[in-house]
């Protein structure tokens, strides 16, 4: 259990990192339509965060268990979120340097904003479900770590009424 909630919890991680990656992208597309260009920099910053993004929302999602997968899933399919992949595409392969972002501000802004909304949620509900299965594996590690320190207390008390015995008796 308590190797499963870890894997878990890099899951959630690694899936936070990828959503931070999709908000990088999102500036840098602001930048470069408020400028109406890309520079060479800015272009590759923002392929680089679009694929990292996915990447990591890919690696995150496989770390969770299949019920997690499953609404990961459905969320992919929506079309908040399959019309921002096709946007990404679209920058993937028709943006160039120098060149006015292939897509607009205004078709971008209100598909990037629902798909982000859904994969917070999405987040905000892995992590509830997780907490609720890690509390039982939590509750357990604090009562061994109780008991442990208890036996030490113990063994630390009675060392001492020997040892205090011994040097009476001597």
């Given at each position: 259990d308590d190797e499963q909630?870890?894997?878990?919890?890099r899951g959630l991680t690694t899936v936070g990192r990828g959503q931070e990656y999709l908000s990088r992208a999102?500036?840098?597309?602001?930048?470069?339509?408020?400028a109406?260009?890309?520079?060479?920099?800015?272009?590759?910053?923002?392929?680089?965060?679009?694929?990292?993004?996915?990447?990591?929302l890919s690696e995150g999602v496989a770390e969770m268990p299949a019920s997690e997968r499953t609404t990961y899933q459905r969320l992919s399919n929506s079309t908040a979120v399959s019309r921002l992949r096709t946007l990404q595409a679209t920058l993937?392969?028709?943006?160039?340097?120098?060149a006015a972002p292939p897509v607009a501000q205004d078709v971008w802004q209100p598909t990037y904003d629902t798909a982000a909304q859904q994969l917070r949620a999405f987040e905000i509900n892995a992590t509830d479900a997780l907490t609720e299965r890690a509390t039982p594996v939590?509750?357990?590690v604090l009562l061994r770590l109780g008991a442990a320190g208890l036996l030490?207390?113990?063994?630390?008390?009675?060392?001492?009424?020997?040892?205090?015995?011994?040097g009476r008796s001597i």
């Open positions: 909630v870890d894997r878990e919890i999102d500036s840098l597309l602001t930048g470069a339509n408020t109406r260009q890309f520079t060479a920099e800015s272009r590759d910053e923002l392929l680089q965060a679009i694929v990292t993004s996915r990447f990591l993937i392969t028709y943006s160039s340097a120098g939590a509750v357990g030490g207390l113990a063994a630390l008390a009675i060392s001492i009424i020997v040892s205090v015995r011994l």
